[in-house]
């Protein structure tokens, strides 16, 4: 059984930093790749970040290249978002994915203008 836990949102202001950290239960984290994903009211889900399972390859959306950074520690079964540099524009749940199969019930992010 693999269980998503998110943590880390809020409200900031825009230019702002926050952090969201994923924690998993399960013994299939560290042979698993990992996404951050977000969905804003009345759109879709879209993908955000992704890492390969040893953290060697990482691909962003367009949208947050640059300022984004996903990371794991797959001591610690963790998979974290830094997020710099924010916009109101990522205002949106953000949900970690494992496979793309097992979700998280997701975290808040209020970016303020």
């Known amino acids: 059984q693999v269980q998503l836990v998110e943590s880390g949102g809020g409200l900031v202001q825009a230019g702002g930093s926050l952090r969201l950290s994923c924690a998993a239960s399960?013994?299939?984290?560290?042979?698993?790749?990992m996404g951050w994903y977000r969905q804003a009211p009345g759109k879709q889900r879209e993908l955000v970040a992704a890492?390969?399972?040893?953290?060697?390859?990482?691909n962003y959306a367009g949208s947050v290249k640059g300022r984004f950074t996903i990371s794991r520690d797959n001591a610690k079964n963790t998979v974290y978002l830094q997020m710099n540099s924010l916009k109101p524009e990522d205002t949106a749940v953000y949900y970690c994915?494992?496979?793309?199969?097992?979700w998280g019930q997701g975290t808040q992010v209020t970016v303020s203008a």
């Open positions: 994915s494992l496979r793309s199969t097992y």
């Open positions: 399960g013994s299939i984290f560290s042979i698993s790749t």
């Open positions: 890492i390969s399972s040893g953290g060697g390859t990482t």
